[in-house]
C-alpha cells in the first residue's frame, strides 16, 4: 500500500482519519437548550486507501456517516462510520485504491466495471423516516439513523429510474414532499437530467427527464411555491476526454449561465431558460421565493469562476484566491414572462453554506445565515477543505425580502479557527430565531487540532456559543449536515 499525497487535499487537517469511532458522555461546557434534542448528521470524505493519481482531491473520500446525538438527559455522544459502499468493500477486500480519478471510470482497475463507484460522502438526507448518504455522481446509500449500519444502495424501492441523485434536495415544509433531481442520469457527461418528487409517504411520485442546455455541475437548486429552478454553470464534462483520462469538470468562462424554471408540479417541457452571466458558478443556493407582484427571486452564493483550483486549474484558469470575486446574489425573474435574461443584484456578503429554517424553504423569509471571511482576521486562517481555507466567520442576514438585506450580526473565529456548515434547529419560543449547531475546528499547534460542537443563538451570534462540546478524537472537514429532532428518531425505536 502507497501512501496519501503530501499535497493539501491530504496533509493538516485534511490528512486522512480512517477510524471508526463511539464516544459516550463527551464533555459539555455551558448549557445546551433543552430545545436542541436530536441529532446532527453529517456527511465527512475520509479516503480509506492512498488514491491511485496523486493530483486526488477532497471529494473522492470514502463516505463516513457522522451522529452526534443530543440526549434526554443533557448528554451527547459521538460516533462515526464508513459508508459501507460497494466501492468501499471491494477495496477493504484487496486494501488498496481500485478506482481512479474523481467521477473518470475510465480510469478504474479494469475489473472494477460496472461496480457503483460512488462514495456516498456529501449529505445525510433525512426524509419520510429514512437517511440517506447522497452524492451527485450516483445513487444515495441508505444508512440506519440509531447504529449508522449501512442498508444498502437506494431506489426507492425500485422506482428511481435516474443513475444519480443530487446530494441537494429540497423539502417542503408544508406539504412534506421531497424534490429533487439527478443529473448525468444515463451515463457520464450526459446531459440528462431527471426531475423527481417524493411524496411525505416516501413514494416516489414522479420523475421526469429533460436536458440541460450542456453538461454541467448540477450542485443544487431550489424550489418556490410553485416553481422548480435549475441553475447551470459552466463547469462541463466532456465524454472524449473522460475515454481519454482527463479531469471529469472544466470550467469554462466564455460559456453564458442558464437558469431553468417550470412549474413545480408541471411537465418538463414547461421549462423556460432564462440566460445569466458567462462563465460565473455557485455551489450553493439560499432560496427561491415569489413576492406578491410574482417575480421569482433566486438567491445563491455566487463566485466569478468555480471556487475549487482542482477544477479550475485543469481547465487553464489560474487564479490567486484574492482574485475571485464573490457575494450572497440574487436572480429575479417573471416565470410568466417570456424566458430573457435573470435581472442580478448582489445581497450580501461573499461566502457559501447559506442555511435557512426549514420551514421557510421555498417561501417568502427574512433571515439567512451563511459563512464568510473574517475581514480583520489577525492571522493566518485555518488551512482546510476543498478550496483550502475554511470559513472563518459566520453571519446573519436581516431583510431578506428587501432589495437590499443587511449583515446585523457576526461571530468571528480567531486565526487558525474554522467552521463546518451549521445546521439550524427551531425554537418553540415566539419571536426567537433559533439555534445553530456546527462543528469547529482549531488549529493548536503543528498538526494539532482541537474540535469542539458550538451551540449558538441564532438571533444573538456576538454573545458566542451558549454550549461547547469538546470531540475528543480527530476529525477530517465535513461537507454537509442535517438536523434530525429527537421526536422523529423516537418513533423508530
Ligand atoms: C461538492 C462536493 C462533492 C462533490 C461535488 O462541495 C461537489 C461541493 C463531496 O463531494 O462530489
Ligand atoms: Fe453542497
Not at 426531475?195 to 424550489?223: N, R
Not at 475549487?308 to 429575479?332: D, H, N, V, Y
Request: glycine share 10%.
Amino acid at each position: 500500500m502507497g501512501s496519501f499525497p503530501q499535497t493539501p487535499y491530504f496533509t493538516g487537517l485534511n490528512e486522512p482519519v480512517g477510524q471508526e469511532v463511539r464516544l459516550t458522555g463527551l464533555p459539555v461546557q455551558g448549557t445546551i437548550p433543552p430545545e436542541v434534542r436530536g441529532s446532527f448528521y453529517r456527511a465527512v470524505p475520509d479516503p480509506a486507501f492512498p488514491p491511485k493519481f496523486a493530483d486526488d482531491h477532497t471529494l473522492s473520500g470514502d463516505g463516513m456517516v457522522s451522529r452526534l446525538s443530543f440526549n434526554a438527559d443533557g448528554s451527547v455522544d459521538f460516533a462515526i462510520k464508513f459508508v459501507e459502499t460497494a466501492r468501499h468493500k471491494a477495496e477493504t477486500e484487496l486494501g488498496r485504491a481500485r478506482f481512479g480519478k474523481y467521477r473518470n471510470p475510465f480510469t478504474d482497475d479494469p475489473e472494477m466495471a460496472g461496480v457503483d463507484r460512488t462514495v456516498a460522502n456529501t449529505t445525510p438526507v433525512w426524509h419520510a423516516g429514512k437517511l440517506l448518504m447522497a452524492k451527485e455522481d450516483g445513487r444515495p446509500y441508505r444508512v440506519d439513523p440509531l447504529t449508522l449500519e449501512t442498508l444498502g444502495s437506494y431506489d426507492f424501492g425500485g422506482a428511481l429510474k435516474s443513475e444519480t441523485m443530487t446530494a441537494h434536495v429540497r423539502i417542503d415544509a408544508a406539504t412534506g414532499e421531497l424534490f429533487f433531481y439527478g443529473y448525468e442520469a444515463d451515463g457520464q457527461a450526459s446531459t440528462k437530467v431527471a426531475y423527481c418528487v417524493v411524496g411525505a409517504d416516501g413514494t416516489l411520485s414522479s420523475e421526469q427527464w429533460f436536458d440541460a442546455p450542456y453538461c454541467a455541475m448540477m450542485h443544487d437548486f431550489a424550489i418556490s411555491q410553485n416553481y422548480a429552478l435549475f441553475p447551470i454553470y459552466p463547469t462541463t464534462s466532456d465524454l472524449d476526454r473522460l475515454k481519454a483520462g482527463g479531469e471529469h469538470w472544466h470550467h469554462q468562462p466564455e460559456l453564458d449561465s442558464w437558469l431553468g424554471v417550470m412549474p413545480r408540479y408541471g411537465n418538463v417541457s414547461e421549462i423556460k431558460w432564462f440566460k445569466g452571466p458567462k462563465g460565473v458558478h455557485s455551489y450553493h443556493m439560499m432560496n427561491a421565493w415569489e413576492d406578491a407582484d410574482g417575480l421569482l427571486h433566486f438567491d445563491a452564493c455566487l463566485n466569478s469562476t468555480n471556487a475549487f483550483a482542482f477544477i479550475r486549474e485543469p481547465s487553464g484558469i489560474f487564479l490567486q484566491p484574492w482574485e475571485i470575486k464573490g457575494a450572497l446574489t440574487r436572480w429575479t425573474v417573471d416565470p410568466r414572462g417570456p424566458a430573457g435574461e435573470v435581472k442580478e443584484s448582489e445581497i450580501g456578503p461573499p461566502g457559501d453554506f447559506p442555511v435557512i429554517p426549514a420551514a421557510k424553504q421555498g417561501q417568502p423569509y427574512d433571515l439567512g445565515w451563511m459563512l464568510t471571511m473574517n475581514p480583520d482576521l489577525q492571522g493566518p486562517p485555518l488551512f482546510a477543505g476543498p478550496v483550502g481555507v475554511s470559513f472563518n466567520m459566520l453571519a446573519r442576514l436581516d431583510g431578506m425580502q428587501s432589495a437590499a438585506p443587511q449583515v446585523t450580526q457576526a461571530l468571528p473565529l480567531p486565526p487558525m479557527g474554522g467552521y463546518n456548515e451549521p445546521v439550524h434547529v427551531p425554537s418553540a419560543t415566539p419571536g426567537h430565531a433559533g439555534w445553530l449547531v456546527m462543528i469547529v475546528d482549531q488549529q493548536t499547534g503543528d498538526n494539532q487540532f482541537h474540535h469542539e460542537c458550538w451551540i449558538v443563538d441564532s438571533g444573538n451570534l456576538g454573545a458566542g456559543p451558549v454550549a461547547r462540546i469538546t470531540i475528543p478524537t480527530r476529525l477530517r472537514p465535513q461537507v454537509h449536515g442535517w438536523w434530525v429532532p429527537q421526536a422523529q428518531l423516537d418513533v423508530l425505536a
